[in-house]
């Protein structure tokens, strides 16, 4: 049986998500005869294929049984697993249930439990923990290294100059992580050039009915329905603003300017990865002015 495909298997949120994008570009570039496929929510697939170029699978359908006694997945999935060359997976840990049935669905394959969060007080970024875990692979390792210093230096989506508004998005996924919308909207107002209002799930339900009003006399609303959506909003716009959260690191990621503020989380581990993303950190953060913002905007801007 030929060995052709390298799984990515991954669950959770859009940040963490686009913290794995340099191992599948890597392997990509690796294996360029090999199918290169994240196994993971079928938004974050699409977005993985717009932006990457890279195969995906739901990870909802078929491949929770790789967790059971008796695995199983149906034809096609299991002879996706038989002609792995590598699973990498970001939702097991060495010798659990799942990499037991991955290795014996496919013995001959490298199975690498990989995990995103670094361990307390660890003293370098998310991107070099990833490197650290790669050390006994030192072809993939290297290969990891020269996407992330091709992002750091250009980023994903060129670099030409942009004329769109800036778009902002004033939530995060932590209510610590979060600046008081009052900030923003006196932010926005400082700006002085048109400026869009990124609304999500999270925003929607946690913000205040009256807070919502408040953004959306402060600026025009968008709410994008997919990640698909969410990065063609990315991409045609001037630049990012907002907190530690998955649109920020896509926005890094695509090379857009990008100001990212920070409270409690800790820039050095957790900065998107970006050719011109610049971070402002304020203990605590709800006592951020805008005024104290404004100079990185106008440094970005």
């Not at 794995?20 to 690796?30: E, F, I, Q, V, Y």
């Not at 968008?222 to 907190?243: E, N, R, W």
Request: a neutral charge; glycine letters at 10%; aromatic letters at 6%.
């Amino acid at each position: 049986m030929i060995s052709r495909n390298a799984l990515i298997f991954h669950s959770g949120g859009l940040g963490d998500f686009v913290l794995t994008w340099p191992l599948g570009l890597a392997l990509g570039r690796l294996h360029p005869q090999s199918r290169i496929i994240y196994v993971t929510q079928a938004s974050k697939g699409a977005l993985a294929a717009a932006v990457l170029g890279l195969e995906w699978r739901d990870a909802e359908t078929g491949w929770p049984a790789l967790y059971s006694d008796a695995p199983d997945l149906g034809d096609k999935t299991q002879r996706m697993i038989a002609e792995a060359h590598s699973v990498y997976t970001y939702i097991a840990e060495a010798g659990d249930r799942f990499c037991g049935n991955a290795a014996a669905l496919s013995p001959k394959a490298s199975i690498v439990p990989l995990r995103l969060a670094p361990p307390p007080n660890y003293a370098g970024h998310v991107s070099d923990y990833l490197l650290e875990q790669l050390s006994a692979r030192p072809a993939v390792r290297g290969a990891v290294e020269q996407i992330l210093s091709s992002i750091r230096n250009s980023g994903l989506g060129g670099t030409a100059p942009r004329t769109d508004p800036v778009v902002i998005h004033p939530g995060s996924g932590g209510r610590d992580k979060c600046w008081p919308v009052d900030g923003f909207c006196k932010l926005i107002e400082k700006i002085g050039r048109p400026v869009r209002l990124l609304l999500g799930e999270v925003e929607l339900e946690r913000f205040s009915p009256a807070g919502i009003r408040r953004l959306e006399g402060a600026a025009p609303v968008l709410k994008p329905p997919t990640y698909s959506d969410l990065y063609a909003v990315l991409s045609g716009s001037a630049g990012f603003i907002g907190l530690d959260s998955g649109p920020a690191h896509l926005a890094g990621m695509l090379g857009l300017p990008t100001l990212v503020l920070f409270g409690p989380s800790d820039p050095a581990v957790w900065r998107p990865i970006g050719p011109h993303v610049k971070v402002l950190r304020h203990l605590p953060l709800a006592d951020l002015s805008a005024d104290d913002v404004m100079p990185v905007v106008k440094s970005l801007f």
